[in-house]
């Protein structure tokens, strides 16, 4: 997708804050964090949405999850506690048409929120 923000990011045209990358799954900080820690993961590979993923992208899914779990470590929440989320289209609130997941930690993660 040429105008997709989240490909450009994992193309290398856009360079965000990495912290952390694979073959298949880049990490960065959000650009408007909602707490201490805020990180988006996401495929390199395109996916629309959560909604998009098949029974042969499991695989995929499976590495956004690992690839979360290794940020929280390298970030220091691991231990303390962190809450991923994937919101899925527009009433979800998916706000970019790229699968991302974030992972929130840092304080205390109440829910509900607010």
């Known amino acids: 997708m040429t105008d997709c923000i989240f490909c450009k990011m994992a193309s290398g045209e856009i360079t965000p804050d990495t912290i952390y990358e694979d073959d298949d799954v880049l990490a960065f900080r959000d650009l408007h964090p909602q707490a201490p820690t805020h990180v988006l993961v996401i ?3 395109h996916v629309s949405t959560l909604n998009d993923l098949d029974a042969d992208s499991a695989g995929l899914a499976g ?6 779990a290794k940020v929280a470590d390298r970030e220091g929440i691991a231990e303390q506690g962190y809450r991923t989320v994937i919101n ?3 009433a979800g609130g998916q706000t970019v048409f790229h ?6 930690g840092g304080r205390p993660m109440h829910w509900p929120p607010g």
């Open 43 to 45: 495929p390199k590979r």
């Open 63 to 68: 590495k956004l999850l690992l690839a979360a």
């Open 88 to 90: 899925c289209n527009t």
């Open 99 to 104: 699968l991302h997941l974030h992972l929130l």
